[in-house]
């Protein structure tokens, strides 16, 4: 049965069921532009996700026919004359803050591309662990298309790292839109296919990753981040080891062992 399970907010819908929280951007008349009340919203949810170990993934959406189209340009023009940098450097960071939120959740964020992922809401797209794509998809650094630079919320670090640096600087440089056979191709995405196969992929991801422990799944997000943000092989391969002598220790490991000589699926206790 899916219920909000407490995260009631107006301009970003959440659905728990289960073990699997499903969000939805949902301002579709502006294509799920961020508005102050969205990132409010999508800070307070990824940020509370880190207390919530009943639920150990998510899966991140747009409503309507985009994904989303980045800062709402509308709400509070970007270079409005009054404003000051202050005003300019917290709206800046609150968006930044969902980004990072997302990375340090623990739970593994599965997200729907659908349409435009425009500036902040490409910066979304790359937060999250794996992409999923429809045959619309685009993707652009819109930031460099109105005056901004495109090393933005966290699109910078994330870009180069995943398609390499020299089609980053293509994209960054240019703003040109990032078609989903294209992203597919340099692995930006894991899949493409229409909106309702995605979901039923989605889910079948997330049900594989539900598969692993507790903490096995949480640390193998910990150190895929590590290994996207260290340059060193050693700082990575110490946090390997750290992290499997904390799974091989726990009686979850135990039980996965013993699930698997009695041929039978292992019930988790996270411990
Ligand atoms: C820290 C973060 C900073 C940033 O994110 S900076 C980057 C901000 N984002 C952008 O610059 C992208 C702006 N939007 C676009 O370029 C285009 O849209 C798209 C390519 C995303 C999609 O184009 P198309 O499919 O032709 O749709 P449409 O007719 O342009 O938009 C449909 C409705 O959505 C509104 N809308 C689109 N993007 C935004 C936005 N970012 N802020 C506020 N409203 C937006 C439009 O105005 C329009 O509305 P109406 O139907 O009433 O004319």
């Known amino acids: 049965m899916a219920g909000t399970d407490g995260f009631d907010y107006r301009h970003l819908d959440v659905r728990v069921e289960g073990e699997v929280a499903r969000a939805t951007l949902n301002r579709p008349g502006s294509l799920n532009a961020l508005d102050t009340l969205l990132v409010t919203e999508l800070r307070d949810f990824f940020s509370r996700l880190a207390s919530r170990p009943d639920i150990r993934a998510v899966v991140l959406g747009g409503a309507g026919r985009a994904f989303c189209a980045g800062a709402d340009l509308k709400e509070r023009p970007l270079g409005e004359a009054a404003r000051s940098v202050a005003d300019v450097l917290a709206q800046q960071r609150s968006i930044r803050d969902v980004m990072l939120a997302m990375r340090r959740c623990p739970q593994p964020i599965v997200a729907i591309v659908q349409g435009a992922a425009s500036g902040g809401g490409f910066a979304l797209a790359l937060a999250a662990d ?7 998809a685009r993707m652009n650094a819109a930031f460099i298309r109105i005056g901004l630079s495109a090393c933005d919320v966290g699109v910078s670090y994330f870009l180069p790292r995943m398609v390499g640096s020299s089609v980053a600087s293509e994209l960054m440089l240019t703003g040109r839109f990032l078609d989903a056979q294209r992203a597919l191709v340099l692995g930006l995405v894991s899949r493409v296919a229409p909106l309702d196969e995605l979901r039923v992929e989605a889910e079948s991801m997330v049900a594989d990753m539900l598969l692993a422990s507790p903490l096995g799944l949480r640390l193998t997000k910990d150190a895929l981040g590590l290994s ?30 013993a699930a698997f000589v009695e041929k039978r699926a292992p019930r988790y206790r996270n411990r």
């Open 130 to 136: 794996v992409r999923l794509a429809t045959p619309d």
């Open 228 to 257: 996207l943000d260290a340059g060193s092989m050693e700082t990575v391969i110490a946090m390997e080891d750290r992290n499997q002598v904390l799974c091989a220790v726990t009686e979850d490991f135990r039980e996965a062992k």
